[in-house]
C-alpha cells in the first residue's frame, strides 16, 4: 500500500532572507500602505464569482483561474513584506522571493459540483485554528521587528513559524475560497 499522498494542490515557500534592512523594518507599516490598498481593491468578490461558476456552470475558466491565482501570489507577497519576512517592495509581476504554486483543478472529475456552497462552513475548524496561529504569529512578527532592528536577522525559529501559518492559511483559503481542491486541508504548518 502506497502511503505517499501527492502534494496539497496550493503550496507556499519564501526565501530566508540573511539580512534585513533596518530602516525599512522600522518604517514598514507606512510603506506598506499604498500597496495593501491595491491588493484589498483588487481582492474583493472574487470567491462568490468562483463559487458561481462552479455550481452553476460546473467551469473553472482557465483565464479566470490564472487571474485568482496571480492576484493570490500578490496577495502573498504583500503579507510577506508585511510580516517582515522579505525587504522587497511587492511587485505587482514578478515572483521576488515567495514562491506560490496552486495546481489547476479539472472541475468535472476533481470538484463537487454542490460542495463549494458549504466549503466555507465546513473550514470553521480551520479558522479557528488560525485565529490562535495568526494571533501568536503577530507576536513572532513583533519580537522578530526588534531583532532585525538590533541585529539585522529575522531569527529562523519565528521565520518558519511564521511562514508556516501562511502556508496553512493558503491551504485553507486553497479549499474554502479559492475553490481549487476538494481535498480537506491537514492541520499542519508543514
Known amino acids: 500500500m502506497n502511503t505517499l499522498q501527492a502534494p496539497y494542490p496550493a503550496r507556499l515557500d519564501i526565501d530566508y532572507p540573511e539580512?534585513?534592512?533596518?530602516?525599512?523594518?522600522?518604517?514598514?507599516?507606512?510603506?506598506?500602505?499604498?500597496?495593501?490598498?491595491?491588493?484589498?481593491?483588487?481582492?474583493?468578490?472574487?470567491?462568490?464569482?468562483?463559487?458561481?461558476?462552479?455550481?452553476?456552470?460546473?467551469r473553472y475558466p482557465r483565464w479566470?483561474?490564472?487571474?485568482?491565482?496571480?492576484?493570490?501570489?500578490f496577495g502573498a507577497r504583500v503579507g510577506a513584506y508585511l510580516a517582515l519576512l522579505t525587504d522587497r517592495?511587492?511587485?505587482?509581476?514578478?515572483?521576488?522571493?515567495?514562491?506560490?504554486?496552486i495546481d489547476y483543478p479539472d472541475v468535472e472529475r476533481d470538484l463537487n459540483r454542490w460542495l463549494p456552497l458549504v466549503k466555507w462552513l465546513l473550514a470553521i475548524p480551520h479558522y479557528i485554528v488560525l485565529i490562535v496561529l495568526w494571533l501568536a504569529a503577530i507576536v513572532a512578527i513583533i519580537v522578530a521587528w526588534f531583532a532585525i532592528l538590533a541585529a539585522g536577522r529575522y531569527p529562523r525559529a519565528l521565520f518558519d513559524f511564521v511562514v508556516g501559518v501562511g502556508r496553512w492559511s493558503l491551504r485553507v483559503d486553497a479549499y474554502a475560497f479559492l475553490l481549487v481542491t476538494d481535498r480537506y486541508p491537514p492541520f499542519s504548518l508543514n
Open 64 to 73: 479566470w483561474f490564472d487571474f485568482a491565482r496571480e492576484l493570490t501570489r
Open 89 to 101: 517592495y511587492p511587485s505587482t509581476v514578478e515572483e521576488q522571493s515567495v514562491h506560490l504554486e
Open 19 to 58: 539580512q534585513l534592512d533596518r530602516a525599512t523594518t522600522l518604517l514598514r507599516l507606512i510603506w506598506i500602505i499604498p500597496i495593501a490598498i491595491i491588493s484589498s481593491l483588487l481582492s474583493g468578490g472574487l470567491w462568490f464569482a468562483t463559487v458561481l461558476m462552479i455550481v452553476f456552470r460546473q
